[in-house]
């Protein structure tokens, strides 16, 4: 990791994850944000910090790492940049396609690279205990049961999906169960029950920051690194 600070771009930054990564940038040493990208230019856009129109991504200054939290659509520009910059690629725009994840994987050979649907540290570590778990407890019940506010509208969430996956990876079938209402921020436990007894694995958000400052902590931890595709357990 440099002495000095990683330069960032944030990709998205008139969005709610946008504008977190911009205010919580201004107060971080490690990091200094030389560019916001955004479709459209508006008041939300944190004043003293460059800012660019996405069809003028070509002329950011150079950068450390882009930290993308826009659209499917807005995707493939930033990880050619990233690519033609040699710089490193944080990204939690969901809804990529299959092709996506592949061109990332593809340009992984030359940059380091990090996807991932949430990126709170703490649930970095519920997924390894997860799989833990799931490859000591052959033949429990794996069940994931999320809870989100009630304006999110895809169930399972993208987490509880990511959990799911880890389950899997131990060995585990894991079934799935959403709750929508009042303003929850996210919370996901993943019960694994076997005869007589039952393992709780819970992580709670109470603070949608969580998400702005992990997705921080791994552009700081990514600069500089090897070629490679990265995952948060690989940046704690």
Not at 54 to 82: I, K, M, N, R, T
Not at 97 to 108: F, H, I, L, N, R
Request: neutral net charge; hydrophobic residues 50%; charged residues 20%.
């Amino acid at each position: 990791m440099s002495a000095s600070p990683v330069k960032l771009i944030v990709h998205g930054a008139r969005g709610r994850m946008g504008q977190a990564l911009l205010r919580l940038a201004a107060v971080d040493p490690g990091v200094v944000v030389v560019g916001a990208v955004a479709r459209t230019l508006d008041g939300r856009i944190v004043k003293g910090v460059p800012h660019f129109l996405a069809s003028e991504l070509a002329g950011v200054p150079a950068f450390d790492v882009a930290v993308d939290f826009s659209l499917p659509e807005g995707f493939d520009a930033v990880l050619a940049l990233c690519r033609a910059r040699g710089a490193a690629l944080v990204s939690g725009t969901t809804g990529l396609s299959a092709d996506q994840q592949a061109a990332m994987d593809a340009a992984a050979a030359g940059i380091p690279a990090a996807w991932a649907s949430n990126f709170s540290l703490g649930v970095a570590v519920l997924q390894a205990l997860v799989e833990r778990a799931a490859h000591a407890l052959p033949g429990w019940d794996c069940d994931i049961v999320e809870a989100h506010h009630a304006r999110k509208l895809d169930a399972p969430s993208g987490t509880a999906l990511t959990l799911g996956a880890a389950a899997e990876s131990g060995g585990a079938s894991p079934r799935y169960a959403s709750l929508r209402a009042g303003d929850i921020v996210g919370e996901h436990l993943v019960q694994f029950a076997g005869p007589g007894e039952r393992l709780e694995l819970v992580h709670r958000a109470t603070n949608r920051d969580i998400f702005a400052r992990g997705a921080l902590h791994v552009a700081r931890r990514l600069a500089g690194r090897p070629p490679g595709r990265y995952r948060i357990a690989d940046l704690l």
